[in-house]
């Protein structure tokens, strides 16, 4: 089945040889899914995929939000469109940098406030991948995004 496999995707519109994943060549087949941000990739045979793994492909970068032992030939995994590149301190001078995914989660906006001021209360949610730099990332840290 794994030759079969092989031998059948090089054809495959979707194949990409030259993909990475954490910046290392690792071919992958990569399939639409019905949101336009998203994508599903499909490992080759004996190839791992781990959430929190970054993609490169199609000249984007996209995270690997779960994965699936769809059975015993190959992983798959549903990956999103990085949408922006973070940049934050870990306790020195020295700027951290990864690509991920920032997502309202939600699709409304909250007002809190009192009579005199309101303001607008959205919380994000933030996909990065897990290295020595995220790991020390921590509950409630403040991550500022936009541009001055």
């Excluded at 992958?28 to 929190?52: C, H, W």
């Excluded at 970054?54 to 015993?72: D, F, K, L, P």
């Excluded at 990085?82 to 870990?90: D, L, P, R, S």
């Excluded at 996909?127 to 001055?148: C, H, M, Q, S, W």
């Amino acid at each position: 089945m794994k030759e079969a496999f092989l031998d059948s995707v090089v054809e495959n519109p979707g194949y990409e040889v030259y993909a990475t994943r954490n910046g290392i060549v690792q071919p992958m087949l990569f399939t639409r899914s019905d949101v336009q941000y998203k994508m599903n990739a499909t490992m080759m045979p004996g190839d791992e995929l781990f959430p929190g793994d970054i993609i490169e492909a199609y000249g984007e970068h996209w995270i690997c939000i779960e994965t699936r032992a769809m059975n015993v030939i190959q992983k798959t995994g549903l990956l999103w469109l990085c949408n922006y590149e973070f940049k934050w301190q870990n306790f020195s001078a020295e700027i951290c940098t990864s690509y991920g995914v920032l997502d309202s989660g939600v699709y409304s906006t909250t007002k809190n406030g009192d009579e005199q001021l309101q303001y607008l209360d959205k919380q994000f949610k933030v996909y990065l991948p897990f290295n020595e730099d995220t790991e020390k990332i921590f509950v409630d840290k403040r991550i500022a995004t936009g541009y001055a």
